[in-house]
């Protein structure tokens, strides 16, 4: 067992040995929850994590890691718990640095990462892919689809992401966004629906539907809680984040969606949208950046060219 040495050494002579290795092998230990398989994540032996948990836990004075010996997985005391927040935003920054000097490094070489989600993905990416790559040829675009917000906005903070669509609010966090265009919300029904010879609906002929609604979508979970707090009961058949999977259903007679326009795939007969009167507030898709990380001259060009490209989309967007 570690022997934890409490001092009234000042802070600054203690606290001063901290070292980077030391708060990301805490984090690897707590997120892999073993110390072996943080060793081989860090390129460490087991011994050399052990040592710099060690070295830590003096330094802080504090027994930061339950070690119970054994097959049982390690865990973290509430002192490690607490110095974890400070670690993980430790490494995170380290990561971003990084990402920065190879960013500068690069100049017009290099690559551009962006997260990106299906109607941005299917309506507005592909143009924007389109008028980069003839611009910027040089520059390699990595796309990824994080399955959900809180893992999206992690990546960016991270520096695993340069850009990300995403939908405002903002969480809070080291970011900044640029407004790209506005999506309005309508009812997507079937096509044989009485009410989809309607002009318009309300809020609450949405009461005698049978809803097909998002699983995890912040702007879907985000309508949900509108239609609550102005009083309209909404029940859901199905869930899903899939805008294809949604759509089926809806044209398959198996319930109506509210969703934003640019989720609705043109062409398909099968189904009609109607506006929603008074209107939901529209969804507000967005690119957002890290804050405080250097945005090379090929992110900056990309975050114009998309601007540009939501512009025409949002203009030729067909309204009921």
């Known amino acids: 067992m570690t022997s934890i040495t409490h001092?009234?050494?000042?802070?600054?002579?203690?606290?001063?040995?901290?070292?980077?290795?030391h708060l990301a092998a805490l984090e690897a230990v707590a997120r892999s929850g073993s110390f072996g398989r943080a060793a081989s994540e860090l390129g460490y032996t087991q011994s050399a994590i052990s040592q710099q948990i060690a070295a830590?836990?003096?330094?802080?004075?504090?027994?930061?890691?339950?070690?119970?010996?054994?097959?049982?997985?390690?865990?973290?005391?509430?002192?490690?718990?607490?110095?974890?927040?400070?670690?993980?935003?430790?490494?995170?920054?380290?990561?971003?640095?990084?990402?920065?000097?190879?960013?500068?490094?690069?100049?017009?070489?290099?690559?551009?990462?962006?997260?990106?989600?299906?109607?941005?993905?299917?309506?507005?990416?592909?143009?924007?892919?389109?008028?980069?790559?003839?611009?910027?040829?040089?520059?390699?675009?990595?796309?990824?689809?994080?399955?959900?917000?809180?893992?999206?906005?992690a990546e960016i903070?991270?520096?695993?992401?340069?850009?990300?669509?995403?939908?405002?609010?903002?969480?809070?966090?080291?970011?900044?966004?640029?407004?790209?265009?506005?999506?309005?919300?309508?009812?997507?029904?079937?096509?044989?629906?009485?009410m989809a010879a309607r002009r318009s609906c309300s809020l609450a002929d949405l009461e005698d539907l049978s809803l097909i609604g998002s699983s995890s979508c912040a702007s879907g979970l985000e309508v949900e809680g509108i239609l609550r707090?102005?009083?309209?009961?909404?029940?859901?058949?199905?869930?899903?984040?899939d805008n294809g999977?949604?759509?089926?259903?809806?044209?398959?007679?198996?319930?109506?969606?509210?969703?934003?326009?640019?989720?609705v795939i043109p062409g398909d007969d099968r189904v009609r949208t109607v506006a929603i009167e008074p209107a939901v507030p529209d969804r507000v898709i967005s690119v957002v950046w890290h804050r405080d990380r250097h945005r090379s001259p090929a992110a900056r060009a990309f975050v114009e060219i998309a601007e540009a490209v939501s512009s025409d989309v949002e203009r030729d967007l067909v309204q009921p």
């Not at 600054?12 to 980077?20: M, Q, S």
């Not at 309506?123 to 611009?135: A, G, I, N, Y």
């Not at 999977?245 to 989720?263: C, D, K, N, S, Y």
């Open 7 to 21: 001092t009234d050494t000042p802070l600054y002579d203690n606290w001063f040995g901290v070292e980077v290795r």
């Open 56 to 153: 830590l836990e003096r330094i802080v004075g504090e027994r930061l890691v339950e070690r119970p010996g054994g097959p049982r997985a390690i865990s973290m005391t509430e002192a490690g718990t607490l110095l974890l927040r400070h670690a993980e935003a430790v490494v995170n920054r380290l990561a971003a640095a990084r990402a920065d000097m190879l960013a500068l490094r690069a100049g017009e070489t290099g690559s551009v990462r962006v997260g990106t989600y299906q109607s941005i993905g299917s309506r507005v990416l592909p143009e924007v892919m389109r008028r980069f790559r003839t611009h910027w040829p040089k520059i390699e675009i990595g796309l990824s689809e994080p399955t959900t917000d809180p893992e999206l906005y």
């Open 157 to 194: 903070e991270s520096g695993r992401l340069d850009l990300a669509f995403c939908s405002a609010p903002l969480p809070d966090g080291p970011f900044d966004a640029l407004e790209l265009m506005r999506d309005p919300y309508v009812l997507l029904l079937p096509a044989a629906h009485p």
């Open 229 to 241: 707090e102005a009083g309209h009961s909404v029940e859901y058949a199905f869930r899903s984040d």
């Open 245 to 263: 999977t949604l759509q089926g259903l809806v044209a398959a007679e198996f319930g109506a969606a509210l969703v934003p326009l640019l989720a």
